[in-house]
């Protein structure tokens, strides 16, 4: 599912407000766990799962092209954990 298609059903399943909304409401949401991640903060949605950040150490890498060693700086990197109940819910037998 894309962004506009989240803001589409969005709006379908909610008739009383405008698309031009939910279109701000989702950028607003997922600007916020985006500038959370950057402050180095954890987004926690109960139910659904976490955001963090975590740090990737300096390393030397090698370029698949020429096979010559490469240095990779350190990087923080968005990582996404699960909750439980999302688990669950993906796992559920269909019977």
Do not use: C
Request: hydrophobic share 35%; glycine share 8%.
């Amino acid at each position: 599912m894309t962004k506009s298609e989240l803001i589409l059903r969005l709006a379908e399943t909610n008739p009383h407000l405008y698309q031009r909304d939910v279109e701000r409401i989702v950028t607003t949401i997922f600007g916020e766990i985006a500038d959370a991640l950057a402050r180095g903060d954890r987004v926690e949605l109960r139910g659904f799962g976490a955001f963090s950040v975590k740090r990737r150490d300096a390393r030397v890498g090698r370029n698949p092209r020429t096979g010559d060693s490469v240095r990779v700086d350190e990087k923080f990197v968005p990582y996404f954990k699960t909750g439980k109940q999302l688990r669950d819910r993906l796992n559920a037998d269909d019977e």
